[in-house]
T-cell receptor
Framework: GAVVSQHPSWVICKSGTSVKIECRSLDFQATTMFWYRQFPKQSLMLMATSNEGSKATYEQGVEKDKFLINHASLTLSTLTVTSAHPEDSSFYIC?????????????FGPGTRLTVL | RKEVEQDPGPFNVPEGATVAFNCTYSNSASQSFFWYRQDCRKEPKLLMSVYSSGNEDGRFTAQLNRASQYISLLIRDSKLSDSATYLCVVNIRTGFQKLVFGTGTRLLVSP
């Protein structure tokens, strides 16, 4: 199946710093990528839809100035958590949908575990 | 009310058992349906899509009832390696595509 990578796989940072997470589709071009967040024992929640060459679409309640998304190429989207605080500690997962997909399936990256001290 | 509801479990079953998971969804704009599997501290992985006609993949059978807005997953002859959290996922189209995840049902298969 399609491969999506994320970097870093985990990060620990101090409160107030910014953290950038990269999401890459390795064997296909993705015009749309998705960013999710999962808190312990909760479901994945869509944060935003990242569209190549245009502004991301954020879900209700997600601060676009805090979670900056850049989808500069067809294979790379980045999520920057600005001025991170302990409550931002979570598992961040990206996904991408191949343009030729027959179904609406998405392929997920391995996730990035963020811990803010 | 959550858009996708699942019994969180855990379901504790012995090897070889048959186990069934249920899921209900509330958004009438739901267009496609999936079961994903998520292992601890890992990303979700697609297990199977779900169709109204029912579909089977080896030991796994999925069923969709659009009238009742109900989705099921049946696992036969459970293996130890089936232990995971099973996520019911609905694709909603309201202009944009959006996957909505249930909180998952945890399955523990014991020897």
């Amino acid at each position: 199946g399609a491969v999506v990578s994320q970097h870093p796989s985990w990060v620990i940072c101090k409160s107030g710093t910014s953290v950038k997470i990269e999401c890459r589709s390795l064997d296909f071009q993705a015009t749309t990528m998705f960013w999710y967040r999962q808190f312990p024992k909760q479901s994945l929640m869509l944060m935003a839809t990242s569209n190549e060459g245009s502004k991301a679409t954020y879900e209700q309640g997600v601060e676009k100035d805090k979670f900056l998304i850049n989808h500069a190429s067809l294979t790379l989207s980045t999520l920057t958590v600005t001025s991170a605080h302990p409550e931002d500690s979570s598992f961040y997962i990206c996904s991408a949908r191949p343009p030729s997909a027959v179904t609406d399936t998405q392929y997920f990256g391995p996730g990035t575990r963020l811990t803010v001290l | 009310r959550k858009e996708v509801e699942q019994d969180p479990g855990p379901f504790n079953v012995p090897e070889g058992a048959t186990v069934a998971f249920n899921c209900t969804y509330s958004n009438s704009a739901s267009q496609s349906f999936f079961w994903y599997r998520q292992d601890c501290r890992k990303e979700p992985k697609l297990l199977m899509s779900v169709y109204s006609s029912g579909n089977e993949d080896g030991r796994f059978t999925a069923q969709l009832n659009r009238a009742s807005q109900y989705i099921s997953l049946l696992i036969r002859d459970s293996k130890l390696s089936d232990s995971a959290t099973y996520l019911c996922v609905v694709n909603i189209r309201t202009g944009f595509q959006k996957l909505v995840f249930g909180t998952g049902t945890r399955l523990l298969v014991s020897p």
